[in-house]
T-cell receptor, first 118, second 113 residues
């Protein structure tokens, strides 16, 4: 069964709206969660890495004030797309991993959120 | 900085053919390599995971190999079927402070009935 749950799976909203996406680890404590973005016919690009209880680390070119990440607990991380515009329309996927002692374990991914901004 | 590439970008084969997808990565400091399948508009399905100390993994008609020293992996699909049509992504988990997973651009496979 799924070990990472992502919600919502699909959202359509008007330009200027802020949208929150949740990522939950279901049966393990996720010390680190990752957020990816995928544009049509392109691969997954890592946006940011979030660690429980600390500020997220953003990849080069990703606006941290645009994409707010909160990782307040070991089972939940949220990505908020603030004042979303049509160019933010994309497929967003989260991933979670446990303690560094399990670094050789497979990475578990949510099913993704398709965001469409009108 | 780790970079992952995949060739070919797209591949079309008749049903029943065997095929090989290629993945290359620039930094051999990895924990493992995973092959994923992605259907249009959907999330990721994990196919095979190869640890850095392993040479290959098999699951049904799929066989993945890893040559860490040369930075290469292949995914072999035997007796392809139309249901195999999808995009195949390889991804490496790098040895960094946060153990990031970096994806290749993918190979789009079409198996023609």
């Amino acid at each position: 069964g799924a070990v990472v749950s992502q919600h919502p799976s699909w959202v359509i909203c008007k330009s200027g709206t802020s949208v929150k996406i949740e990522c939950r680890s279901l049966d393990f404590q996720a010390t680190t969660m990752f957020w990816y973005r995928q544009f049509p016919k392109q691969s997954l690009m890592l946006m940011a890495t979030s660690n429980e209880g600390s500020k997220a680390t953003y990849e080069q070119g990703v606006e941290k004030d645009k994409f707010l990440i909160n990782h307040a607990s070991l089972t939940l991380s949220t990505l908020t797309v603030t004042s979303a515009h049509p160019e933010d329309s994309s497929f967003y996927i989260c991933s979670a991993s446990g303690h560094s002692a399990y670094s050789n374990q497979p990475q578990h991914f949510g099913d993704g959120t398709r965001l469409s901004i009108l | 900085k780790q970079e992952v590439t995949q060739i070919p970008a797209a591949l079309s084969v008749p049903e029943g053919e065997n095929l090989v997808l290629n993945c290359s990565f620039t930094d051999s400091a990895i924990y493992n390599l995973q092959w994923f399948r992605q259907d249009p508009g959907k999330g990721l399905t994990s196919l095979l995971l190869i640890q850095s100390s392993q040479r290959e993994q098999t699951s049904g008609r799929l066989n993945a190999s890893l040559d860490k020293s040369s930075g290469r992996s292949t995914l072999y699909i035997a007796a392809s079927q139309p249901g195999d049509s999808a995009t195949y992504l390889c991804a490496v988990k790098v040895k960094t402070s946060y153990d990031k997973v970096i994806f290749g651009p993918g190979t789009s496979l079409s198996v023609i009935p």
